[in-house]
């Protein structure tokens, strides 16, 4: 079992590599970052464990504390490298976020599962796919929001770029400790609210723009 992240990292990183060259350019930059994510996953549970051993194998105090931040520091760095470099739209910036985080949580639900064989059951599946794997998704996500509006601004970027990463990592670190807690299904709404605000946003907006272009018609 020490190896079994290695294990499905190869087993999942190596067909969609090949996946790679049949796609096209926006659906291959997609599917590029849903392997950032796998990897920066299998990056941070590597540093992670150095973390917890030297905490004494206190995963509690370790997935409050310590984790959160290594996570979302990692996630974080290719969403910057993309902004940067190539200076993408808000849309795209936040599809690729939420994506990278979409390939972090595969990867380390894939191994909670393999890990807790004799404890599965549809609700533990429900749990670690719609809430624990949405706030990965999520927390990247708005990271990359952010972004988006700090990196254009020099003034901006240092504090603003240690103001989302602050923020994403509290946001973990909350989640983590209420799934912990005896209010676990504070928890577990957390990420899916977040995550229907986000994406309602924009079509409320929408809507509101069209509404008054017919009254003004």
């Given at each position: 079992?020490?190896?079994?992240?290695?294990?499905?990292?190869?087993?999942?990183?190596?067909?969609?590599?090949?996946?790679?060259?049949?796609?096209?350019?926006?659906?291959?930059?997609?599917?590029?970052?849903?392997?950032?994510?796998?990897?920066?996953?299998?990056?941070?549970s590597e540093l992670n464990g150095i973390i917890v051993s030297h905490l004494h194998n206190d995963f509690t105090l370790a997935t409050t504390t310590y984790t959160p931040v290594v996570e979302e520091f990692f996630k974080a760095l290719p969403i910057l490298y993309y902004a940067f470099v190539y200076k993408p739209d808000r849309r795209t910036l936040m599809m690729l976020a939420?994506?990278?985080?979409?390939?972090?949580?595969?990867?380390?639900?894939?191994?909670?599962?393999?890990?807790?064989?004799?404890?599965?059951?549809?609700?533990?599946?429900?749990?670690?796919?719609?809430?624990?794997?949405?706030?990965?998704?999520?927390?990247?996500?708005?990271?990359?929001?952010?972004?988006?509006?700090?990196?254009?601004?020099?003034?901006?970027?240092?504090?603003?770029?240690?103001?989302?990463?602050?923020?994403?990592?509290?946001?973990?670190?909350?989640?983590?400790?209420?799934?912990?807690?005896?209010?676990?299904?504070?928890?577990?709404?957390?990420?899916?609210?977040?995550?229907?605000?986000?994406?309602?946003?924009?079509?409320?907006?929408?809507?509101?723009?069209?509404?008054?272009?017919?009254?003004?018609?």
């Amino acid at each position: 079992m020490e190896f079994i992240s290695y294990f499905i990292f190869i087993c999942m990183i190596f067909p969609m590599c090949l996946m790679l060259f049949i796609l096209d350019k926006k659906p291959r930059l997609l599917v590029g970052y849903l392997l950032v994510g796998i990897y920066v996953c299998l990056f941070c549970s590597e540093l992670n464990g150095i973390i917890v051993s030297h905490l004494h194998n206190d995963f509690t105090l370790a997935t409050t504390t310590y984790t959160p931040v290594v996570e979302e520091f990692f996630k974080a760095l290719p969403i910057l490298y993309y902004a940067f470099v190539y200076k993408p739209d808000r849309r795209t910036l936040m599809m690729l976020a939420f994506v990278l985080g979409v390939g972090f949580a595969m990867l380390e639900n894939m191994v909670y599962v393999i890990r807790n064989l004799d404890s599965l059951s549809f609700g533990f599946a429900l749990t670690r796919g719609l809430c624990a794997g949405l706030m990965h998704s999520v927390c990247t996500m708005m990271v990359g929001m952010g972004i988006f509006f700090v990196h254009k601004k020099r003034k901006l970027f240092i504090c603003g770029t240690t103001a989302l990463l602050g923020f994403a990592a509290t946001y973990h670190a909350v989640f983590n400790i209420l799934v912990q807690s005896e209010y676990f299904w504070v928890g577990y709404i957390i990420p899916s609210l977040t995550y229907v605000c986000i994406i309602g946003i924009p079509y409320a907006k929408k809507s509101k723009k069209t509404a008054e272009n017919n009254i003004i018609k």
